[in-house]
Each structure stands twice: as C-alpha cells, then as structure tokens.
C-alpha cells in the first residue's frame, strides 16, 4: 500500500514562490509517475505537472516556464517549485502516484494554495 503526504501549501502574494512536497511510502514500484493536479471551487481536477521515474516530464500549458517539477528517488520524494504565481493558481493541490508493476494509484490529500494580496 502506498501513502503520499504533502506540504508546503499556503497564502501567497501574486507573483511569489511556493514549493510544495509530497512524500510517498509503502510499496513503490520501479517504474511510476508522480504528478501535481490542482482542483478549483466549482471546477474539474486538471493535472499541472508529472514527472515519470524515468525523469520525463510533462506541463500543463498554464503553468510552462513557472513552475518547476522535480524528485528526489532516494526520498521518494517529489516537489513542485511555483514563481509569479497568480490568482487563478488558487486551487487544492493534490499529488498523484501511479506505479505500474505492481499496478495502484494513490492520491494524497491536498494542499491549499490561495494567491491573494
């Protein structure tokens, strides 16, 4: 069983920096992917970043070239470095896990980001 927890949410000024963590433990496969969604009020979960074990990685397009996505694999560990945030990244931010061998998909139980001045 694997369980994911985050850390790093909290109230930010338009245009500063957040870095969110989310550490996993359990049963982690070799190959998995580990991803930041964000879900607003009133609308769907949408993914924001994803990082493969493999070290591919992927952004949403509202978020290239300011946020960051990395992980640390002795930690299990991944992080999503955030600057010139803006009001409408206010969202909880979730953390996925997804292994594949064997398969499971866990997610953590979000973080609140709020940009506001």
């Known amino acids: 069983q694997v369980q994911l927890v985050e850390s790093g949410g909290g109230l930010v000024q338009p245009g500063g920096s957040l870095r969110l963590s989310c550490a996993a433990s359990g049963s982690i496969g070799s190959f998995n992917t580990m991803d930041w969604y964000r879900q607003a009020p009133g609308k769907e979960r949408d993914l924001v970043a994803r990082i493969t074990s493999r070290g591919g990685i992927n952004y949403a397009d509202s978020v290239k070239d300011r946020f960051t996505i990395s992980r640390d694999n002795a930690k299990n560990t991944v992080y999503l470095h955030m600057k010139s945030l803006k009001p409408e990244a206010t969202a909880v931010y979730y953390c996925?896990?997804?292994?594949?061998?064997?398969?499971?998909?866990?997610w953590g139980q979000g973080t609140q980001v709020t940009v506001s001045s």
């Open positions: 996925n896990l997804r292994n594949y061998s064997p398969f499971s998909n866990t």
